[in-house]
């Protein structure tokens, strides 16, 4: 509701009418001297505004940092985790490749294809998502030589 706020008697009569209250004789309604010429420039100039929190530029740009500064080590320390994982695929797929090198690969596409990403709730599923495959993927490793090994043993055993 904007209203053109002329002198006091406007202002006392358009609060009294906004508020529902009948003049009191005891309250003395001031003129604002040079203040806003609307009722709505008046409420936003001087409500809080209900923000998270009120913090300056230098704070936000030091949380956004160091936000940004520990996904960045996350990310980094799930690219290596990879490399390191990757050493143990040392067999070669259908066209003779190596699966180290394939997934090695694959893993650099993803990782430069989510490089600009922004949204904060994206990066942690990217990289929850990176830390459980990467888990997943040596579980099964871990089974299928535990498999091979006593399999193994048992060909061994037989002769």
């Not at 409420?43 to 996904?71: A, I």
């Not at 259908?94 to 709730?121: C, H, M, T, Y």
């Not at 942690?124 to 579980?139: E, N, P």
């Amino acid at each position: 509701m904007t209203l053109k706020l002329r002198n006091s008697r406007s202002i006392c009569a358009t609060m009294r009418h906004l508020l529902g209250t009948k003049p009191l004789s005891h309250v003395h309604c001031r003129l604002l001297h040079e203040g806003p010429d609307t009722l709505d420039e008046l409420l936003n100039r001087h409500l809080v505004k209900n923000d998270k929190k009120h913090l300056d530029d230098d704070e936000n740009e030091y949380l956004t940092r160091q936000q940004l500064t520990s996904t960045r080590r996350e990310a980094l320390s799930l690219y290596r985790d990879i490399y390191r994982a990757t050493r143990f695929f040392m067999w070669p797929d259908s066209r003779g490749v190596l699966w180290r090198d394939i997934l090695r690969e694959n893993a650099r596409k993803e990782f430069e294809e989510s490089q600009f990403e922004k949204d904060p709730e994206v990066i942690t599923r990217l990289l929850i998502g990176g830390r459980d495959a990467v888990q997943a993927a040596l579980d099964k490793l871990v089974e299928k030589q535990k498999q091979q090994l006593e399999k193994e043993r048992n060909e061994s055993r037989g002769r």
